[in-house]
Every structure is written in structure tokens, then in C-alpha cells.
């Protein structure tokens, strides 16, 4: 199980050796979003909503289960390069900032998960409802991602799941 933290409402699944991480040293909000936008259709990028900020306990599995949550939502990613990165927004806007920032920072290298290059359909399934104030308990994941080698092309995500805009 990896723990990742979240101080923004938001985790990915990011290839490293495909994302474009730079965007401009002041982005803007509506940059950064086409920026996730355009790496989501690449399938170098999956990045969700959780509901709010928190410390995630997320479960890796490589095999089909039928585990069942709050909601779920499955994407596109091409692994090249042999990993997988699960990371938060604060890394992705850093290294969107600044030039010499690489994923996975430093201190996210446990969170590097080791796949064969290849087409993956990844199930994101949140085991909690983020409006209720009781979350997993302490032995429980609260997101499970499925990784499975996929069977077909899904669709790139046009948007970030569970994420709305204010205004």
C-alpha cells in the first residue's frame, strides 16, 4: 500500500519518461488545466478529484477485482520507460514551474512502481464518500487502482474526474 500525500484535492498516475512537466514560471490556473488536458490525451496522465485534502493510503493491484467503492472511473496510460509515478498536484504544478524539477521528486521515489511498457486501462475506485465525515479506517485503502493491461483503446479523459470548477 503507498501513502501519498494531498494538500490540494487531488492525486495522478504519471509516466515519467513521457509527461511534459514544464508549463511557464507563472502558470495560470486555466494553463495548468489545459496542460493536464493535453498530457491526459497523450495517456501519459491520469489525474482525479479525491473531495477534499488528506493523506491517501492507495492500493496498487495488477489483477481484476470486484471491489466496489464510493465511485469509480477508469482511463488510458501508456507506460513507457518501465514506471508508473502516483503523485499528487503539488509535484505536477513544481515541475509544471520550474525547468530543473523531474519526477518523480526526490522524495516520492517509493511511489515509483516498476510496469512493463505498454497500453494500461487503470481503474481509480474511491472508497469513500468525501462529503461524510468518516473515511477508511486505518487498515483500509481509501483509493484502489487497478492496473491491467488494456484489451481495447479507451478514450482519453477530456476532464479531471470529480473536480469542479468554482464560478
Not at 35 to 56: C, D, N, P, V, Y
Not at 61 to 74: A, C, I, M, N, T
Not at 129 to 146: L, S, Y
Request: charged content about 25%; overall charge negative.
Amino acid at each position: 500500500m503507498l501513502e501519498v500525500t494531498d494538500d490540494s484535492g487531488f492525486l495522478a498516475l504519471v509516466v515519467p519518461t513521457s509527461y511534459e512537466t514544464f508549463v511557464a514560471s507563472n502558470w495560470t490556473l486555466d494553463q495548468i488545466l489545459a496542460h493536464f488536458k493535453a498530457q491526459m490525451g497523450r495517456s501519459s496522465l491520469l489525474i482525479w478529484g479525491t473531495g477534499l485534502e488528506g493523506f491517501w493510503k492507495v492500493d496498487l493491484r495488477l489483477k481484476p477485482s470486484r471491489v466496489k467503492g464510493f465511485r469509480e472511473v477508469s482511463g488510458p496510460l501508456q507506460v513507457l520507460g518501465g514506471s508508473m509515478l502516483v503523485t499528487n498536484y503539488e509535484s505536477l504544478t513544481m515541475a509544471a514551474q520550474f525547468k530543473d524539477v523531474t519526477l518523480p521528486e526526490k522524495h516520492q521515489e517509493d511511489l515509483l512502481v516498476s510496469l512493463p511498457d505498454g497500453e494500461y486501462t487503470c481503474r481509480i475506485i474511491q472508497m469513500f464518500d468525501p462529503e461524510q465525515d468518516e473515511i477508511a479506517g486505518d487498515e483500509q485503502p481509501d483509493f484502489v487502482v487497478e492496473i491491467l493491461k488494456a484489451t481495447g483503446k479507451p478514450a482519453p479523459w477530456e476532464s479531471i474526474p470529480w473536480f469542479k470548477v468554482d464560478g
